[in-house]
């Protein structure tokens, strides 16, 4: 009796992971479509569509928004916002450097405290992003005399 009763538990268990899967597998591909809608939109300039996606997104932490909306709020002048969520977006990175969004990251976040006038941190991020190989970053520490 006690076997039958493990067994049944097991199978349930079973049952049980199997259906999370299905039910969370539907749900991570139509997360997915959704992030992907959110990336056309900021390909494409539209970028008030695509902050409410990435908003929404990083909402439900999603943590691949952090840099999407840190940049599209440096488009729209709001570099306070955009340290917020850049900044986030370098704190991931330490657990997943990809060195292309490094760059863009260091570069937005040296672009943004150009736009808050603290040149000092502007130099850094800037310097950071130019020696990982970013020659907008040598543009901009030359454009500021801050080479």
Do not use: C, W
Not at 75 to 100: C, F, G
Not at 102 to 113: A, M, V
């Amino acid at each position: 009796m006690k076997n039958l009763f493990k067994f049944i538990f097991i199978i349930a268990g079973i049952a049980g992971a199997i259906l999370i899967y299905v039910i969370a597998k539907d749900t991570f591909k139509k997360n997915d479509s959704v992030f992907r809608d959110g990336i056309s939109y900021y390909t494409n300039g539209k970028y008030e569509a695509a902050e409410q996606i990435f908003q929404n997104e990083a909402e439900q932490g999603n943590k691949q928004a952090y840099s999407y909306l840190g940049h599209i709020k440096l488009i729209q002048r709001k570099p306070k916002e955009a340290e917020k969520y850049l900044l986030l977006a370098l704190e991931e990175l330490k657990n997943n450097p990809d060195i292309s969004v490094k760059q863009s990251i260091l570069f937005n976040l040296g672009s943004t405290y150009l736009n808050l006038r603290d040149d000092s941190k502007a130099k850094m991020y800037l310097n950071e992003s130019s020696k990982l190989g970013n020659k907008s970053a040598d543009q901009l520490l030359k454009k500021y005399n801050l080479n």
